[in-house]
């Protein structure tokens, strides 16, 4: 569905009367409209945030891309669920419902240097697991992702998306610098090359099965899900803005209901979000995925949300107006 | 006083031990060291933040450099006490205390482009009054201001104490442009001419007194009364970054203990960051003041201490190490 242009209509008249000069709550605004657009009300809400973390394991992860051993994946996730990760508390900062959903960690995908990580039914089963992220009643949906090497997946897809080579779009990940750095380019440049018909098909959804892995299907599912449920969504870092925009590349106005939280310092997201011209709200320097950033950004909303609909109008202030 | 640097010796060692790749959550370990730092505990803590709008009003503000009318300085501090501006839904957001100061708000400053705005005894008595912000017990304070002309004055202030003329340091502010705007900065070069015997003195508590305002040494005082308190401070805007500028240039060290919260659209601000050597923590194209992007700063300054103290170890979370 689209945007609900009543709704934004009805914002935008009333922002004008709120008790402040035009415009000077500058993003604040844009994302109350935002809201209300794609939640299908003229009163945004956000009360019920979800934070959705998919966890996926590589194929890959066993050439090692990563400063991390392949089970960090598992352990991880069991660190999830006893609440000892970042995520954990910036998910109770603001009242979230966290959900981790775990992708057949113990079968981790094929290494697509050696051919495609995934077929299309395994691809579609994680695209549908995802979508189950996306419930009634959710306010806004955060999503992130686990995932050991997965910003090898990230960056490798990406140049199959966009071109570019390896090096265009690989970065430290979990802190890969040197020699290291070069082999995972390396690495992604091999994959590049076992793949370069596929990439020529430019179909978006194949390559996501060829080099990109469970979680970002899965996340692909829960954008496209939380579009049709009127939940708007924040996108997390590097490799959950890859799996965005694999659906931006087959239709341009797919992510419409989604903004970017945050800057990551992985250096490809900055080139990924040039090359689909989203401004992240945030730009912090982080770089964990886990949907940290995504729920750091929810008091961003509801900031949004509390202004718009709490502030008093210059007439019921009894504040001259500008053009008073 | 300085630093304890033996909290944040104890800060940097459990950063280094906690689940996520060394540095992966960015700005969030600095903050969480920043706080421990100078609120002299090893476990950060912003449970009890203060949000303090300091209003004032400006003899200057006669010549029209404003898109409002003075009176409305008045009436949002009445709406501030209503409930219905931004800063009341933005402190209720983040549990704030908030509290307004009003500097004797029937007595305007005098134009400054006639002469001295306020005579030392003035703005020694602001200065005064800004220093009852900063009590026991708070953990952090965010600081703002409200008062027609002070964008005027903080630019004017801003030209005095690093150079420049009016058109470096002037902005839209409430939202003058064209002739008006090119008024305002006749307004400050008028303003600089004047005052230039005090500006060639270099004393920045005289330009102070002679170009600013009561709102401005108000929040000089709590910035000073904070760091004595062993109180972080979020600073807002453009004209509450101006008033820690005047710190800033009596001693380079005055603002360790605190951060700018929000890179204001007022193009002067940005000027004063760089000046100031100051990253703010926000980029939202706001140009409000009232302390709305200090209070919106907040949740930041939250989940850095929650994840910071949340967080499992390496060790206790069974996960597996860079080095493992």
Chains 1, 2 share one sequence.
Not at 15 to 31: A, F, H, M, N, V
Not at 80 to 86: E, V
Not at 245 to 273: N, Q
Request: aromatic letters at 4%.
């Amino acid at each position: 569905p689209g945007p609900d242009l009543t709704a934004q209509t009805e914002v935008v008249r009333r922002q004008s009367e709120l008790t402040k000069p035009q415009g000077s709550l500058g993003r604040l605004e844009e994302i109350a409209e935002w809201l209300a657009c794609w939640q299908g009300r003229a009163q945004p809400r956000v009360e019920r945030p979800r934070v959705a973390v998919f966890a996926g394991t590589h194929g890959v992860a066993a050439r090692g891309v990563s400063a991390y051993p392949p089970e960090v994946t598992q352990q991880m996730v069991k660190n999830f669920l006893n609440g000892g990760a970042a995520i954990n508390q910036l998910a109770a900062a603001i009242d979230a419902d966290l959900r981790i959903y775990e992708l057949d960690l113990d079968h981790p995908t094929a290494d697509f240097t050696q051919g495609p990580a995934m077929d299309e039914t395994r691809a579609a089963n994680a695209m549908a697991y995802g979508m189950m992220a996306a419930e009634p009643g959710i306010d806004v949906l955060c999503l992130g992702e686990m995932g050991i090497a997965n910003t090898t997946a990230a960056a490798t897809l990406c140049a199959a998306l966009y071109g570019g080579t390896g090096a265009d779009w690989a970065g430290p990940g979990t802190g890969v610098t040197g020699k290291a750095l070069a082999h995972k380019i390396a690495v992604i440049d091999e994959a590049l090359a076992r793949h370069k018909d596929a990439i020529a098909r430019r179909d978006p959804l194949e390559l996501l099965a060829a080099v990109g892995g469970e979680e970002f299907a899965a996340l692909t599912g829960a954008i496209v899900a939380a579009r049709m449920g009127r939940i708007p969504v924040l996108l997390d870092g590097y490799a959950c803005t890859t799996a965005a925009a694999v659906l931006h590349s087959v239709d341009r106005r797919a992510l419409d209901h989604c903004l970017v939280a945050h800057r990551s310092a992985e250096p490809g997201h900055t080139r990924l979000l040039d090359a689909l011209k989203m401004r992240p709200l945030l730009d912090l320097d982080m770089r964990l995925g886990e949907a940290s950033a995504a729920a750091l950004a929810v008091p961003l909303l509801k900031a949004a949300a509390a202004c718009h609909n709490g502030m008093a109008t210059f007439a019921e202030a009894g504040v001259s107006s500008k053009d008073a």
